[in-house]
């Protein structure tokens, strides 16, 4: 079989953008460490120091650098919504702290040395770092995109099945389909047409609506047709260009979408031109504020299912490089043209949301 231009594309996205990520990841977590034992024992041994104070200042240094060894040597361009510099220096000063108080532990409890203790400390620090920040530094859309265009057309199908997947999981995206349907059917009257993009199998659409799928998964797309979810779709590997007829919809579906785009104000033009200039876009994206519920769940099931089960999708964090709160979700519409009628948390995890054209932006 010939390679497409498209497919040639790609395997240089492979080649550019997969190399040298978790070397650059270990570099950067060896050096700091070091420099906080090196900076934690000359202010001890030499400059006469209290223990706790020394290695406060080594851990302060510590997250300072890796503030600038994460935006000098590992950049990601795909990384969106990143923590404002008051907030991040604040959270340095607070980690700073904690590694004290694992300091005085380590020290009083199992009565070691400072160099030991300091060790400990640091190790600790590391896999909390690593669990529950660094590795949000991993999440990609393209190379998500490049493992989710070759996934099987039933896959959604299958994250509903406990004898398949953990019941949480199971529990978690069933749940999500049902209350999506309920959200939807809200909003649906007879003879009204729907485009869902970034559709997937679709498997919100149990009331079989005239649904019009975009995706960039064929196989799915085709199983969600033949499944009488869809009744068409097109395939598009890029959602500002989906090629539907202009103010042809009444509602458009964006589903566990908005996360994953590169390109939102570009999205949300194409959006504008496709729905009608009565219609309404309907939205769900991850609840996914820092250390909230979805943080923290969705990033074990990362770790887990990246690195022990060996899924290359779940080591990029499944595309997800836009984290939003009700705020950020509201800032986003509205700043692409849209109003809100309604917007409402779902299980603790989900956000949904119901906009509206907003013929006075510009």
């Not at 039933?154 to 099945?161: A, I, L, M, V, W």
């Not at 064929?218 to 047709?225: I, N, P, S, T, Y």
């Not at 202009?246 to 104000?265: A, G, K």
Request: positive net charge; hydrophobic residues 40%; proline residues 2%.
């Amino acid at each position: 079989m010939t390679e497409t231009t498209a497919d040639m594309e790609t395997t240089k996205k492979i080649k550019r953008l997969r190399y040298s990520q978790t070397l650059i990841f270990l570099l950067g977590g060896f050096s700091g460490s070091a420099l906080n034992l090196l900076v934690s024992s000359f202010l001890f041994y030499h400059a006469g120091l209290n223990p706790y104070v020394s290695f406060f200042c080594g851990t302060l240094c510590n997250e300072l650098y890796h503030h600038v060894f994460y935006r000098v040597v590992f950049v990601n361009r795909e990384i969106r919504m990143n923590t404002a510099l008051p907030l991040q220096l604040f959270l340095y000063l607070c980690v700073a702290f904690g590694s004290v108080l694992l300091l005085s532990l380590f020290i009083n409890v199992l009565k070691v040395g400072f160099v030991w203790a300091a060790l400990l400390s640091i190790a600790t620090l590391s896999l909390l770092n690593v669990l529950l920040i660094r590795i949000s530094t991993f999440s990609s859309s393209e190379l998500a995109d490049i493992q989710y265009r070759e996934m099987n057309g039933n896959y959604y199908q299958d994250q509903t099945d406990d004898s398949k997947v953990s019941r949480f999981r199971a529990w978690y995206h069933a749940s999500r389909y049902r209350k999506l349907t309920d959200f939807v059917g809200k909003y649906y009257q007879p003879g009204y047409r729907i485009a869902d993009l970034g559709c997937g199998n679709c498997l919100w659409n149990t009331g079989h609506f005239p649904v019009t799928g975009v995706d960039i998964n064929k196989q799915m797309l085709e199983w969600a047709k033949s499944n009488q979810y869809l009744s068409d779709f097109r395939i598009s590997d890029d959602l500002s260009r989906t090629g539907l007829p202009q103010q042809s919809f009444d509602r458009v579906v964006m589903s566990e979408t908005l996360e994953h785009l590169l390109n939102i104000p570009d999205v949300m033009k194409e959006v504008h031109r496709i729905l009608k200039k009565d219609g309404i876009l309907l939205v769900t994206v991850p609840y996914d504020f820092f250390l909230g519920p979805f943080f923290i769940l969705f990033n074990l099931n990362c770790v887990y299912m990246g690195y022990c089960r060996g899924s290359q999708y779940h080591k990029y964090r499944c595309g997800h490089i836009n984290h939003f709160t009700k705020q950020r979700l509201h800032k986003t519409l509205s700043e692409n043209g849209f109003q809100i009628r309604d917007i409402f948390v779902v299980n603790g995890l989900l956000l949904y949301a119901a906009a509206e054209k907003d013929f006075t932006h510009r």
